[in-house]
């Protein structure tokens, strides 16, 4: 219930802020309350727009035609001279310009939670947390690196669209673990054929009784071309934060 009443709210706030919610992993599914934000803010664009062009057009235009009447606009114009004033007054106007980008942000957004499963906030938002981490000094992850990939120079629209179709391409097989050893650690490569959601480095993941540290994410070749290489810590406890590895087919196990 939360999702729709809640999340759509929630959903314009960035990636960071969001995982930071008690709530995060357990209540809100962030894909619906992200098509239903994404959505609504693309219809308030289109009302609000409607109404700023019927106040704007009426109220122009009658006071061009008050001016025309008073003899302040010259002896010849005409009424379609006048209409056309008033509409290069709003195509010009900012209040327009920031109508038009309102709609195209819930379009990218709405495309991405959609086709990507991208789940964006609002640019606003994303920039004064980008200031705000700058001004305070600390450092975030880059906008592909939010999204779980390992490219920080890559826009996460084209990284995230190029990957759902190259799932889309690339049959539906088990996953394959392959462990390895360098001297006493012990990694575990997990290699996919979907993106895992959330999977992004340095996330806590439990697989059976191990608990693990997902220190990068890379691709290969197909038909697994999602790579996460883990690392096994000594001890974890369970906490909201910790990604549960919980196949439903069966992985196949390889050693290096």
């Known amino acids: 219930m939360l999702t729709f009443l809640l999340g759509p709210f929630l ?6 802020w969001r ?4 709530f995060h992993e357990s209540i809100i599914e962030w894909r619906i309350a992200s098509l239903l934000s994404a959505f609504g803010e693309m219809l308030l664009a289109v009302v609000a727009f409607f109404y700023w062009y019927s106040y704007a057009m009426n109220t122009w235009v009658s006071r061009g035609l008050d001016a025309a009447l008073a003899g302040k606009m010259g002896p010849n114009v005409s009424g379609q001279e006048i209409g056309f004033a008033a509409w290069v007054m709003l195509v010009a106007h900012p209040l327009t310009w ?16 959609a086709f990507t499963e991208n789940n964006l906030g609002i640019l606003s938002l994303f920039l ?9 000094g600390q450092s975030g992850p880059g906008i592909a690196q939010a999204a779980g990939y390992a490219e920080g120079n890559v826009s996460s629209y084209f990284v995230a669209f190029r990957d759902k179709v190259r799932s889309s391409r690339t049959p539906i097989v088990p996953d394959e673990l392959c462990g390895s050893r360098q001297q ?3 990694f575990l490569e ?8 959330d999977w992004d480095p340095p996330r806590t993941v439990r697989y059976q009784d191990a608990f693990y540290r997902l220190e990068a994410c890379s691709q290969g070749p197909e038909p697994r071309p999602f790579r996460y290489r883990l690392r096994r810590l000594s001890a974890g406890v369970m906490g909201r934060t910790v990604l549960v590895y919980s196949p439903e087919e069966a992985p196949i196990v390889s050693e290096k």
Do not use: H, M, N, Y
Request: aromatic share 8%; hydrophobic share 50%; charged share 30%.
């Open 11 to 16: 959903a314009l706030l960035p990636k960071r």
């Open 19 to 22: 995982r930071s919610l008690p």
């Open 98 to 113: 920031l109508l038009a980008f309102v709609f195209v942000e819930g379009s990218a957004r709405l495309v991405g939670a």
């Open 128 to 136: 004064f947390d980008k200031i705000f981490l700058k001004i305070t």
């Open 184 to 186: 006493a650690d012990e």
């Open 190 to 197: 997990i290699r996919s054929c979907r993106r895992k959601q």
